[in-house]
């Protein structure tokens, strides 16, 4: 899987996200969300995700990162000459963005994926939106995760569920995959941010629309 999808020099796909949170009265809730991603390999991404709380963009063309959040028209950016790694590197750790499905789109995804695991098991075959898929399972030491992977030549990940072992109730993302496309490369203007009519440039720590909880909710989330 990763050797086949890092050697796609472009594609885009569409996802579904559900999210659960653990509420101090011991409640499990349950956030969903759906998106796009457009990738054109080493410097171009664009990334969108629509939800009950958020309709959130994020945008790089090889030199600077946008994020866009819809609600409020306001926006972000920072300069980030370089790949697409080192943009979602600093959006991590310079800005507090975390993206759980993030690593699927790197150019290391096994490095990525392998780091820490401490067990690894073929658990079989399974069905995923009708698509036959190999199922694996992995653990390290706050998490356990899962990977479905499309049966075929076009070894693509389907699902990816990752369960917390640190949180009551072991909380869960889950991303489910469609609709890859890897024959023709995308339109560059997709990659070209236009700021919208009235939207606001902010900074990063303003950005309070781009979550996939309600900004009001009072929940222990899955790490």
């Not at 030199?63 to 926006?75: A, E, L, S």
């Not at 023709?184 to 990659?191: E, K, S």
Request: negative net charge.
């Amino acid at each position: 899987m990763s050797d086949y999808v890092t050697s796609q020099q472009h594609f885009s796909l569409k996802y579904d996200v559900d999210l659960e949170v653990i509420t101090p009265q011991v409640e499990k809730l349950q956030f969903s969300s759906s998106g796009e991603a457009t990738l054109s390999r080493p410097d171009k991404l664009r990334v969108a995700r629509a939800g009950g709380y958020a309709d959130v963009e994020l945008i790089f063309d090889g030199k600077t990162v946008t994020v866009v959040g819809k609600h409020t028209n306001v926006f972000a950016q920072f300069e980030s000459p370089g790949s697409i790694d080192q943009a979602l590197d600093r959006l991590r750790t310079e800005h507090f963005i975390e993206m759980p499905g993030a690593d699927l789109l790197l150019s290391n995804i096994y490095d990525e994926l392998v780091a820490g695991v401490i067990e690894a098991k073929h658990i079989g075959r399974g069905i995923v939106d009708g698509i036959e898929c190999e199922h694996l399972a992995f653990r390290n030491q706050e998490t356990d995760w899962q990977l479905w992977v499309e049966v075929g030549e076009t070894p693509v990940p389907r699902k990816y569920v990752i369960t917390s072992k640190t949180l009551a109730a072991a909380p869960q993302y889950t991303l489910r995959i469609k609709d890859w496309q890897t024959d023709a490369p995308p339109d560059a203007q997709q990659f070209t941010f236009t700021a919208p009519q009235g939207a606001k440039a902010v900074e990063f720590s303003a950005l309070t629309d781009i979550g996939e909880l309600p900004p009001s909710a009072t929940v222990e989330k899955e790490q």
